[in-house]
């Protein structure tokens, strides 16, 4: 089996949407990038880290999913990392509530020895000198490394940040962070002026209006599924980056044509996730219900016309 290896933050989270509010749960991007991942036929692993007050069944959840967690850091007497978040009425904004980084503020990454050779890198969102750090750790040239990053980055880190572009594949972000990051409004040429920071593909992810893949002149669209019910939108990109990172190790194909597969799987995913508070409906998903909402995205997006 091909190898994923994922770098982001396990976490804490405390939401609040028009829905309902939750205390601390599981969040972290990798948390949400592995448990998408774990859906496809491949090894993985995380790298990151927490405190002691990390509850065992947290880590035996992702060890149940056949994610490796040797690269996971516990440090003794430090807290998790804890984010809180209020969501407005419309699902696609947010205030941050709080912030604690707490063993995340020293965090040196650690690859285990086993994933040094990973075919497939997830960058999940982080600051740079820590994707950085991991890719300077790979004993091989990756086949794809795919980076996810976020506008905090672009506002208080962007000459590293630009650094570890430049060593990329794939860059996934949203549309906002797409603008901040070129200086373009349209998303056409925003893509353009991103391929040229390093990266030969571009995600653009839109939320609820799906996601534009890029690759030179090339563009695919793919739509999001319309879902009777959005509960919470937290990890959704996350899972988003996990099914398109998952499908992609799991096929040993790095194609354009067969990165349109890989958005749609991650669109499927996704869909998932925002039914319910953070983790909650991705540790409860099975293989049969991803399967059943392909075959819908599939008859939402074909159709034939008389031209």
Request: aromatic share 10%; charged share 20%.
């Amino acid at each position: 089996m091909n190898k994923l290896l994922i770098v982001g933050t396990v976490a804490f989270d405390a939401i609040e949407t028009p829905f309902g509010k939750t205390d601390k749960i599981l969040g972290g991007a990798a948390t949400y990038i592995g448990l998408s991942a774990s859906f496809f036929n491949l090894q993985s692993a995380i790298v990151s880290v927490v405190g002691d007050d990390f509850p065992q069944e947290y880590l035996d959840l992702l060890t149940s999913r056949n994610i490796d967690i040797s690269g996971l850091e516990v440090v003794k007497g430090g807290k998790t990392f804890f984010w809180s978040g209020r969501y407005h009425n419309d699902l696609n904004s947010r205030d941050t509530l709080d912030t604690q980084l707490n063993v995340l503020a020293d965090f040196q990454p650690k690859v285990p020895q086993d994933y040094k050779n990973s075919d497939i890198v997830m960058l999940g969102n982080l600051h740079p000198l820590v994707q950085s750090s991991v890719l300077d750790q790979m004993q091989k040239q990756p086949k794809l490394v795919v980076l996810d990053t976020m506008n905090f980055w672009m506002d208080c880190a962007l000459p590293e940040l630009l650094e570890v572009i430049k060593r990329v594949d794939v860059i996934t972000i949203n549309d906002e962070e797409a603008r901040q990051l070129s200086g373009e409004y349209s998303l056409v040429k925003a893509a353009a002026k991103i391929h040229t920071m390093g990266p030969k593909y571009v995600v653009i992810k839109k939320g609820e209006h799906g996601a534009l893949l890029f690759h030179n002149k090339d563009v695919f669209f793919a739509p999001a599924l319309p879902l009777e019910e959005v509960f919470d939108p937290t990890g959704a990109g996350d899972t988003f980056a996990g099914g398109f990172a998952g499908y992609i190790t799991q096929s040993e194909n790095i194609s354009f044509e067969n990165m349109k597969n890989a958005i749609i799987h991650g669109s499927n995913l996704a869909s998932f996730c925002v039914e319910k508070f953070g983790t909650e409906k991705m540790v409860d998903l099975e293989k049969s219900d991803v399967s059943a909402r392909l075959k819908q995205f599939k008859s939402l997006t074909q159709f034939d016309i008389e031209l």
